[in-house]
């Protein structure tokens, strides 16, 4: 593997960024903090197809080239859960896109660029166990209540685990400086509308990461 630096030296703060993938040249384009994320200094290295399928964990690799190959067939939105490998750590992240189409096609034939954002939710995964941040946000057996609904929703629409789930919500409150049970409340609200995963759900997530990536330009090494 290419020699990753530590993410203290690139900035651990560094939890959301944008890709973009050219299917016809196979080529990547990686905004700053996507860098960080895979331990990069912007530029350091260039996002190649094979550099970013060796940062995946060995039990998650089949999984990222799976659904990366069907959406550029497809060109549907998609989102996978996954680990990768940054030096000696593993980290958790959620890659989240779609296809583009420079002629207005429809989804559902070959996409010309595959779009989207990288969230990291190791942070929040390692802050604290999900016991003792339970203890802290929830006050009250519906708080309880409502936060355990929210994170199944995140569960089945994202395939998160029930700790990453959780850290999402956390990673969700602390952008959008709401309380926990407030995202909750609005993702349940979301999900008796009928939109567990897409649109709706959907939605809403690349709303709050467009937010943060908004200024933020992917440039090609």
């Known amino acids: 593997m290419e020699q990753v630096g530590s993410l203290a030296e690139v900035g651990q703060d560094r939890q959301t960024g944008r890709f973009v993938f050219h299917v016809a040249t196979s080529t990547w384009e990686w905004d700053d ?10 530029g350091e290295v260039e996002p190649t197809t094979e550099l970013i399928m060796k940062h995946k964990h060995e039990l998650d690799r089949e999984l ?20 990768i490998i940054v030096g000696d750590q593993i980290r958790r992240v959620v890659l989240v896109g779609e296809g583009e189409y420079d002629d207005g096609t429809a989804i559902g034939s070959g996409a010309d660029r595959l779009v989207g954002y990288y969230l990291d939710l190791t942070p929040e995964m390692v802050a604290e166990s999900s016991a003792a941040a339970d203890a802290a946000v929830a006050a009250s057996a519906k708080a309880r209540d409502t936060i355990e609904q929210a994170k199944g ?14 850290a999402m919500l956390k990673w969700w409150s602390r952008n959008r400086n709401v309380k926990v049970r407030e995202v909750a409340d609005r993702l349940i609200q979301v999900a008796r509308e009928g939109h567990v995963s897409h649109p709706g759900l959907r939605r809403l997530l690349d709303s709050l990461l467009d937010d943060l990536t908004t200024r933020r330009t992917p440039s090609a090494s």
Do not use: K
């Open 33 to 42: 903090d996507v860098f960080a994320i895979h331990g990069y200094r912007p």
């Open 64 to 83: 990222v080239e799976e659904t990366l190959a069907a959406a550029v067939v497809d060109g549907a939105p998609f989102n996978i859960y996954y680990r």
């Open 153 to 166: 929703i995140l569960m089945l629409g994202y395939g998160l685990d029930a700790d990453a789930a959780f």
